[in-house]
Nanobody, 126 residues
Framework: QVQLVESGGGLVQAGGSLRLSCVAS????????MGWFRQGPGKEREFVAR????????YYADSAKGRFTISRDNAKNAVYLQMNSLKPEDPGIYYC???????????????????WGQGTQVTVSS
């Protein structure tokens, strides 16, 4: 089992920045990659970014490219999401998730991730 705990959400003005953190515990040796997803009000949970645990290869949704940066600290079993230039369409609950499979093809889908955190709320004021 892998446990994930997110933090760092909050209220920020449009154009501002937030840094989300996610700390993994338990069988972290099983993690191949970590992802961030978000779920806005009345919307489905959507992919934001992903990073492989060993190589640090990153992937981004088009909505995140150029504004968000995913990174990891293996020593701390942590993954981060630096969000800059936040827009009114960015709010929602942000979840981190762990994928234990190697070379997942459908990594932008929620079914690709076996473990999920409880989420952290991001609110953007205009």
């Amino acid at each position: 089992q892998v446990q994930l705990v997110e933090s760092g959400g909050g209220l920020v003005q449009a154009g501002g920045s937030l840094r989300l953190s996610c700390v993994a515990s338990g069988r972290t040796d099983r993690i191949y990659a970590m992802g961030w997803f978000r779920q806005g009000p009345g919307k489905e949970r959507e992919f934001v970014a992903r990073i492989t645990w060993s190589a640090g290869t990153t992937y981004y949704a088009d909505s995140a490219k150029g504004r968000f940066t995913i990174s990891r600290d293996n020593a701390k079993n942590a993954v981060y999401l630096q969000m800059n230039s936040l827009k009114p369409e960015d709010p929602g609950i942000y979840y981190c998730a762990a994928d234990t499979r190697v070379n997942t093809i459908d990594f932008q889908t929620i079914i690709a991730y076996e473990y999920w955190g409880q989420g952290t709320q991001v609110t953007v004021s205009s």
